[in-house]
């Protein structure tokens, strides 16, 4: 794959999250707007906590990650036949641990949901257990449409990968619009399992059939290539890293609180990952095919000048929306979520809590792309064991946080936990690549100066919203001038502070614009 190709994909994936982000909103607008922040919507969010561990106990995170190399070193060789063949042994095999977890955990769900969240209980409680069992299934759909889809990538076919997310979140909102008024929150659960079968599954099996799909009907349990997959995806089985569990110990420690505090988390971290999710995944889905090709090729130094030139785009990136989420956020959620089933300092909260969740912005983005420069190396241990440890030394502090200082406590252990790993697996890849401190002192620059131009816009701004012109407007128009002065004003601090992607993609836009005169 050239850096064209890395450069197409990153645009597919980009736009397919940022839609898939965009469409979340509406659906989580949706929700908001029909649960509210209360018992109900509590319930629907925790419902997910047990699916997302099963999915993460089978390393449903890691498929393609593993698989893709697995697969594609048949098709670089012409191999095709035992490309297939290796894609049954180990789908087959998932797939049978799947329905068997599945069905085992369906019937003990009214022994686990008190574990989840300790704080639900009555009938929020028989309303949690009735979800979880109607969203488990939905799991086998992800885990299957995951090597399907492990197998386009390979192929750098991504068309089909990429647009299976929005067809899922799609089922969700119909779901809710549907039956949201009749059933509640049993109306999106229900969307979730249809969606998963029409978005992840059969979107990814009709792009195989396209290609060639000769799925066996085989186990064998010997067979190298499974080997290969349970060895590289135990660390990920058998570790609990804080990119997982940070929404368990949210839900967890936000039960305990008062009612309502899960949802407001929930919501504020949505608004959080629309960002992320855009720049920060893309780029770690796009380039991972490229760095596993170049660790391949044993081009350490290009390799490390690749992720090194990411992180230094992705910090830029990051915090520009840092700025405009921190002082637009309850502007955010009064146009997503209104007034009807919030009150004012409900959505005032929710502003608040994605202001300090995206404290952490940066590291979630950048912690995409450092992860999988250890997974190109075939090293899944790394990571694992470092947001294991990190997570485990995290639990006291999201309790005391949590009980301390409430919601914004929990944000705020969020914010600093996944700073901790970000940081810790960054110079941990450095030793690995043997790379030059250049691989590190570069992006850090880039940090420091971005985080100095975000603390003088937020400052600077934030002083100014209660200026009469800007009270005076309306939440949407108010918000749209803030978000946009916001983004301005992180973008002109950072030139002055010469800050080389900001002055470079500046040179460009005025470059353009003369060419145009």
């Not at 299934?137 to 990538?153: E, K």
């Not at 130094?301 to 990411?310: G, N, Q, T």
Request: glycine share 10%; proline share 4%; aromatic share 10%.
């Amino acid at each position: 794959m050239t850096r064209k190709t890395v450069g197409i994909a990153s645009v597919i994936w980009g736009v397919s999250i940022l839609l898939s982000r965009l469409i979340g909103l509406i659906r989580e607008s949706v929700i908001g707007r029909t649960l509210g922040g209360g018992s109900e919507a509590d319930a629907y969010w925790t419902a997910f906590v047990l699916p997302d561990f099963l999915n993460y106990l089978l390393a449903g995170g890691v498929l393609s990650i593993v698989f893709i190399p697995i697969f594609g070193r048949y098709l670089v060789k012409g191999q095709t036949t035992d490309a297939w063949r290796s894609f049954s042994v180990i789908a087959n095999v998932l797939t049978l641990a799947m329905v068997t977890l599945t069905a085992v955990l369906w019937i003990l769900v009214p022994d686990i949901t008190p574990l989840i969240a300790p704080g639900i209980t009555g009938d929020e409680q028989d309303l949690l257990n009735e979800l979880v069992r109607i969203i488990l299934p939905a799991q086998i759909f992800h885990l299957i449409g995951g090597l399907l889809s492990a197998t386009l990538q390979a192929q750098d076919k991504h068309i089909f990968p990429a647009l299976a997310p929005l067809v899922y979140t799609g089922c969700i909102i119909l779901g809710g619009l549907l039956f949201g008024d009749m059933i509640g929150a049993k109306g999106f659960a229900w969307g979730v399992l249809v969606g998963s079968f029409l978005g992840p599954f059969c979107l990814p099996l009709f792009g195989a059939l396209r290609t060639g799909l000769n799925w066996q009907l085989r186990i064998s349990l010997r067979h190298q290539d499974l080997k290969t997959y349970v060895l590289l995806s135990l660390p990920v089985m058998l570790g609990f890293s804080i990119i997982v569990l940070d929404d368990m110990l949210l839900k967890h420690f936000g039960s305990m609180i008062s009612e309502g505090v899960i949802s407001r988390l929930q919501y504020a971290k949505t608004l959080m990952k629309v960002p992320m999710g855009v720049f920060g995944l893309a780029v770690g889905v796009a380039s991972y095919p490229t760095l596993s090709r170049l660790l391949a090729d044993s081009k350490i130094k290009d390799a490390s000048s690749l992720i090194s030139d990411a992180l230094c785009g992705l910090f830029v990136l990051a915090f520009i929306a840092q700025g405009a989420l921190t002082v637009v956020g309850p502007e955010m959620a009064g146009v997503i979520w209104g007034q009807t089933r919030f009150n004012a300092s409900e959505i005032a909260e929710i502003g608040l809590l994605t202001g300090i969740l995206s404290l952490g912005l940066w590291a979630w983005s950048a912690q995409v792309l450092v992860a999988r420069g250890f997974y190109a190396l075939g090293d899944t241990w790394t990571p694992t064991i470092v947001g294991s440890v990190i997570a485990l030394g995290a639990y006291p502090l999201y309790q005391y946080l949590g009980q301390q200082y409430g919601p914004q406590g929990l944000a705020a252990a969020s914010a600093c936990a996944i700073t901790i790993y970000c940081a810790t697996l960054a110079v941990l890849l450095r030793r690995r690549l043997r790379a030059s401190m250049d691989f590190l002192t570069r992006p850090l620059f880039v940090l420091v100066k971005m985080v100095l131009s975000t603390m003088a816009s937020v400052v600077l701004l934030s002083s100014l919203k209660s200026h009469p012109i800007l009270t005076e407007m309306s939440v949407f128009w108010r918000g749209l001038v803030l978000g946009l002065a916001s983004i301005a004003m992180v973008i002109f601090f950072a030139a002055l502070l010469r800050v080389s992607d900001v002055t470079h993609l500046a040179r460009r836009v005025v470059g353009r614009v003369r060419r145009r005169d």
